[in-house]
């Protein structure tokens, strides 16, 4: 079946160090993929997203690569501080004649240690 | 304004009650979503309005009632509903109905039935 998924449910990593989030798709037509990051209590907020023609895309301290030929993508979070504590999502867009479905993974929980 | 605004925050509604959820955007997106999310779970698509029309319903049960008054404003009118529909629900707007440039979500309802 199609899904999105995550491999790792959590990441611990010290302030300053570099965190590596990793998700796996399976639906090889897929071709726009978003990263949000969810703070307790919060809806999802969009970090970056990246489009099935590139294969990385950059952003202020965040990097995601994409793998077609494996299906898998992944975020790049430069110097994690405090504040990147939160559950990482990646989510999969997938637009049809009826509306557009946003499916997203498991989630990754981060938690930055001071 | 390039939010998407959700009232109330929390609620807290018997299994005989009826209540509506109300979600806002005023940044002219022409298709909006409504998501549920169940603690540490990733958010479920329920509905897809295009164009102020009905486009997706993913096998919601009838005692959830969506409503597109206009371009700007989405309901979620709850009827009969049960203890497990407990869950934070999270609104979303995005420019295009095929969700090419994204997606904003609002900071969503908390829903506690009991």
């Known amino acids: 079946g199609e899904s999105v998924g995550l491999h790792l449910p959590t990441l611990s990593v010290q302030e300053g160090d570099n965190s590596i989030i990793n998700c796996a798709y399976s639906?090889?037509?897929?071709?726009?993929f978003i990263w949000y990051k969810q703070e307790s209590g919060k809806g999802p907020q969009f970090i970056i997203d990246?489009?099935?023609?590139?294969d990385k895309r950059q952003g202020q301290r965040v990097t995601v690569l994409l793998n077609k030929t494996v299906k898998h993508l992944s975020l790049q979070i430069a110097a994690t501080q405090p504040g990147d504590s939160a559950v990482y999502f990646c989510?999969?867009?997938?637009?049809?004649?009826?509306?557009?479905?946003?499916?997203f993974g498991e989630g990754t929980q981060l938690t930055v240690n001071p | 304004d390039t939010e998407v605004t959700q009232t109330p925050k929390h609620l807290v509604m018997g299994m005989t009650n009826k209540k509506s959820l109300k979600c806002e955007q005023h940044?002219?997106?022409?298709?909006m979503y409504w998501y549920k999310q169940k603690a540490k779970k990733p958010p479920e698509l329920m509905f897809v309005?295009?164009?102020?029309?009905?486009?997706i319903n993913e096998s919601v049960p009838s005692r959830f009632s969506p409503e597109c008054p206009n371009s700007s404003l989405l309901n979620l009118h709850l009827h009969a509903l049960q203890p497990e529909d407990s869950a934070l629900y999270l609104c979303?707007?995005?420019?295009?109905?095929?969700?090419?440039?994204?997606?904003?979500f609002g900071s969503g309802t908390r829903l506690t039935v009991v």
């Open positions: 979303a707007s995005s420019l295009t109905m095929t969700g090419d440039y994204g997606y904003t």
């Open positions: 639906n090889s037509a897929s071709d726009y």
């Open positions: 990246i489009r099935s023609n590139m």
């Open positions: 989510a999969e867009s997938r637009g049809g004649t009826s509306g557009s479905r946003l499916t």
């Open positions: 940044m002219g997106h022409r298709a």
């Open positions: 309005y295009s164009y102020e029309k009905l486009s």
